[in-house]
């Protein structure tokens, strides 16, 4: 009876774990939405009413995403450095667990609603730093060990009406379309996009407060999203990432001086098709630094940071297409640069200069359905897709920036052309493989090919 009682225990986890939805529309679309409650009082049926049904859940859900990576690779671990040819050529592989993300809601009533999502990245914990004011401004490290967990989301929702929402806590940045749709199996790569992930935070998550809602009916809707956040800090930008490494959280608070404003809004004009647009202001990165004697060269003065993103996405049952472009400008870039590189050696902060005044990332990936070509439900959902990306950090320098460049700078402009196919065993549960070719600094440096195949999973656990 005992050995039975374990067998029925475990049959029953196991079912949990893959009791996901059979709609494969909302497995990769619907998922984000809820996960990061983007449009929580549609999903609840709040239209004037209250529903703790609606969606299947009455009080809480438990679920998450994450993938799993295997590469064989036919370049080096640096392009940048003492190898005028770029990449040394080396045969090597490589296996990880980019991330597994335990997502969960609970509801207090049908108008309050509480959202968490902790992020374990690359199966570690990540690096703390704290800034000792009392030893000169000297950068103490708490823990050294590789990987990252990170509370990725938390935040508190008031539910109003479907048109108009409060929310507050840390919560998820749409800019980019890797942002807004950043679980694995929302795109066909086994990695995510390689230009935004480059360019701008990923996962871009901050604190603030956040005002957003659903208006239209039926097939032609319009959600908008308003926010108020911490901003960027100046301090962690550099040559290779631009603004990505300014996101704040390398220490135990946030600065406030400065936050910023983001604003997106997402339009489906007909069935299957939404065209998104994004935009991000920090009126000055230079406020948010730490106060440390060997900055004080630029925080009067003023950096302002501008991002724009427009994308779109289009699915039937015969083809999928995505696309986006995310570009932006920064401010007093030179300023940065500078003081930048003369920080203390042991901060935190990279010191690669010079940071770019205008940067850019786009690319684009059609794939094909061929169970809904040939039209029979007993051939596997198998996904062939082409992509191709364009990023450069440096597209632009400011005037004056000639001295700090250097020829390793010309390496950062890339091409990326991935070929390959995806099999979704499952609405939640895709198989990857692809081919990925990159071309550097316009065929002036080695190119660099990789063979890669992934599992990327999302879904929810259980409900009640």
Not at 48 to 61: P, V
Not at 175 to 185: K, L, M, R, T
Request: with cysteine.
């Amino acid at each position: 009876m005992k050995v039975q009682t374990i067998i029925k225990h475990s049959l029953l986890a196991a079912t949990l774990a893959l009791n996901i939805s059979t709609n494969a529309q909302e497995s990769q679309d619907a998922f984000r939405v809820r996960a990061t409650h983007i449009n929580a009082a549609h999903e609840l049926g709040l239209d004037g009413q209250d529903s703790l049904q609606y969606g299947g859940w009455q009080q809480y859900r438990i679920g998450g995403y994450g993938d799993m990576v295997a590469a064989f690779k036919d370049y080096g671990t640096n392009r940048f450095y003492g190898h005028p040819e770029g990449n040394p050529k080396e045969h090597r592989s490589t296996i990880s667990i980019p991330r597994f993300v335990v997502a969960g809601d609970y509801k207090f009533n049908s108008k309050w609603v509480l959202g968490a999502e902790i992020e374990f990245e690359s199966g570690g914990t990540g690096t703390a730093y704290e800034l000792e004011n009392t030893e000169n401004d000297e950068y103490e490290t708490e823990i050294e060990k590789g990987g990252e967990v990170a509370l990725e989301q938390f935040h508190i929702t008031r539910l109003i009406n479907r048109s108009f929402n409060i929310r507050v806590g840390h919560f998820v940045l749409p800019v980019g379309q890797n942002n807004a749709h950043h679980e694995s199996i929302t795109f066909f790569g086994t990695v995510r996009p390689e230009g935004e992930t480059t360019i701008v935070p990923n996962t871009w998550h901050e604190t603030g407060l956040e005002l957003f809602g659903t208006l239209g009916r039926k097939v032609c809707t319009f959600d908008y999203q308003l926010m108020v956040v911490a901003g960027l800090n100046a301090q962690g930008f550099n040559r290779n990432n631009w603004v990505a490494g300014g996101k704040q959280g390398i220490f135990e608070e946030d600065n406030f001086t400065c936050p910023a404003y983001v604003a997106r809004a997402d339009w489906r004009p007909i069935k299957g098709l939404r065209l998104g647009a994004a935009f991000y202001y920090c009126p000055n990165t230079l406020d948010n630094a730490e106060k440390t004697h060997n900055f004080s060269t630029y925080t009067s003065g003023k950096a302002p940071l501008r991002l724009y993103n427009i994308e779109g996405q289009y699915r039937n049952n015969f083809i999928e297409a995505r696309a986006n472009v995310l570009w932006g400008s920064l401010g007093n870039s030179d300023a940065i640069s500078k003081a930048n590189n003369n920080a203390y050696k042991n901060s935190p902060y990279s010191k690669v200069m010079p940071v770019a005044h205008r940067s850019i990332a786009c690319g684009g990936e059609v794939g094909v359905n061929l169970r809904g070509c040939i039209n029979t439900v007993r051939m596997p959902e198998i996904i062939p897709f082409v992509r191709y990306e364009h990023y450069n950090p440096q597209q632009s320098l400011a005037k004056g920036l000639g001295a700090m460049s250097s020829p390793a700078a010309g390496r950062l402009k890339t091409d990326i052309y991935i070929v390959g196919a995806n099999w979704r065993a499952l609405p939640n549960l895709v198989i990857k493989a692809d081919y990925t070719n990159r071309r550097i600094g316009g065929g002036d440096f080695n190119s660099e090919n990789e063979l890669a195949i992934g599992v990327a999973w999302a879904g929810w656990f259980s409900k009640h």
